[in-house]
C-alpha cells in the first residue's frame, strides 16, 4: 500500500531531569538535566506510525523546522514545561508543489493538519476533489492508458516552444519513442482545442515517432482527441 501524508511537521525534543527543590525566587521547579530525545511529530509522527505497519509512504511537508521542546521529571514523568520554536510555517504552494503529484499512485492521501499555516482549507478542498476526481477516472477502464505504470509518466511539465513560449503540459506520457499528451480541465472552454493543438505542434518538433493529443474533461470523464 502507498500512502501520501500531506501536513506541517515538527520535531518532538524531550529533556528529561532530575527534579528536587523549588527555585528559591519562583514557585517553580528547578531540572537538572540528564538526557534528551528526537522524534518526528505531527505529521513526520503519522509517517512514523504508518511505517511502523509497513506502510509505503511519501511526505510532503514544511521546509522549516518547528521544534517543540519538552522539560520532563524523570522520576515521576511530568511534564514541566512546553517551549514552542518556530511555532508557524510558509503555506504550501499548490502551483508548484499540489499540481506536480502523481495522485494516482496513492491508495489514499492522509491529510494532517496542525493549523501551523501549511496548509489553508482551500488546500485542503482542492487535495479532496482531486483525489475523488482520479479515482474516478482510474475506474473508466477506457482512460486506462493514461495511468499504465509501464511508461514515462511526467506531470506539469514544462518547455520551450518554437516561438520562444514557456508552455506547461498537464500530463506527458512516453513509451516506446511514443507520446501522448493530456489535458485536464474541469469545464469547456472557448480555447481549449486551440490551447493542445499549439502543444501537439511543438511537441511534433521533439523527434518522437507519435505524437497524440487529448483534452480529458474531468467532470464527465469525455476524452476528446486533437489533431493539429
Given amino acids: 500500500m502507498n500512502i501520501l501524508v500531506i501536513g506541517d511537521s515538527c520535531t518532538d525534543i524531550f529533556r528529561y531531569g532530575e527534579v528536587t527543590r523549588l527555585a528559591p525566587e519562583a514557585p517553580i521547579p528547578i531540572i537538572k538535566p540528564e538526557r534528551e530525545t528526537q522524534n518526528p511529530g505531527m505529521a513526520g509522527n503519522v509517517v512514523a506510525n504508518l511505517k511502523a505497519l509497513g506502510v509505503d509512504i511519501d511526505l510532503i511537508t514544511n521546509k522549516k523546522e518547528i521544534r517543540k521542546i519538552r522539560y520532563v521529571c524523570s522520576k ?123 502543444y501537439l505542434s511543438n511537441i511534433n518538433l521533439c523527434g518522437f515517432n507519435k505524437v497524440t493529443a487529448f483534452l480529458l474533461y474531468v467532470s464527465n470523464q469525455e476524452l476528446l482527441e486533437v489533431t493539429s
Fill in 76 to 198: 515521576y514523568h511530568h511534564l514541566l514545561l512546553r517551549v514552542d520554536e518556530n511555532d508557524n510555517c510558509k503555506r504550501i504552494n499548490i502551483e508548484n508543489v499540489l499540481c506536480t503529484v502523481e495522485w494516482e499512485k496513492y491508495d489514499a492521501v492522509i491529510i494532517s493538519d496542525y493549523c501551523k499555516g501549511f496548509l489553508n482549507h482551500l488546500d485542503i478542498e482542492y487535495i479532496d476533489k482531486t483525489k475523488i476526481i482520479l479515482n474516478g477516472l482510474q475506474k473508466n477502464k477506457s482512460l486506462s492508458f493514461i495511468y499504465d505504470s509501464n511508461q514515462i509518466i511526467y506531470n506539469e511539465r514544462e518547455f520551450r516552444s518554437s516561438e520562444s513560449e514557456i508552455l506547461r503540459l498537464d500530463r506527458l506520457i512516453i513509451k516506446d519513442n511514443n507520446a501522448i499528451i493530456i489535458d485536464y480541465k474541469t469545464s469547456k472552454g472557448h480555447n481549449d482545442i486551440s490551447q493542445v493543438s499549439n
